[in-house]
Nanobody, 120 residues
Framework: QVQLVESGGGLVQAGESLRLSCAAS????????MGWYRQAPGKQRELVAS???????YYSNSVKGRFTISRDNAKNTAYLQMNSLKPEDTAVYYC??????????????WGQGTQVTVSS
């Protein structure tokens, strides 16, 4: 199994920055893709950014130019640097990893979520 632990959420004012971290651990052979999703109250979960090994990052239009996703493959950790935050960025942010376990099982794993609140 693979466990994901997120950290870095909090309450900030509009225009400020936050950095989220997602550390993966467990029976990991390889992590193909790591991504960040978010879910605001009353809304569906949406993909914010993702990074697949050997490719360019994906960003949703709503965060392009403000958020940056990165990975430290040696630490199995992903980061989401969020700048120029807006009240509409308020949501629970979830980390996702598509990982191949040591048992050669490929599956998607989710973190528990971290709350980001941006006040106006």
């Amino acid at each position: 199994q693979v466990q994901l632990v997120e950290s870095g959420g909090g309450l900030v004012q509009a225009g400020e920055s936050l950095r989220l971290s997602c550390a993966a651990s467990g029976s990991i052979f390889n992590i193909n893709t790591m991504g960040w999703y978010r879910q605001a109250p009353g809304k569906q979960r949406e993909l914010v950014a993702s990074l697949t090994s050997g490719t360019t990052p994906y960003y949703s239009n709503s965060v392009k130019g403000r958020f940056t996703i990165s990975r430290d493959n040696a630490k199995n950790t992903a980061y989401l640097q969020m700048n120029s935050l807006k009240p509409e960025d308020t949501a629970v942010y979830y980390c996702n990893a598509r990982a191949l376990t040591t048992a050669r099982v490929l599956a998607d794993y989710w973190g528990q979520g971290t709350q980001v609140t941006v006040s106006s």
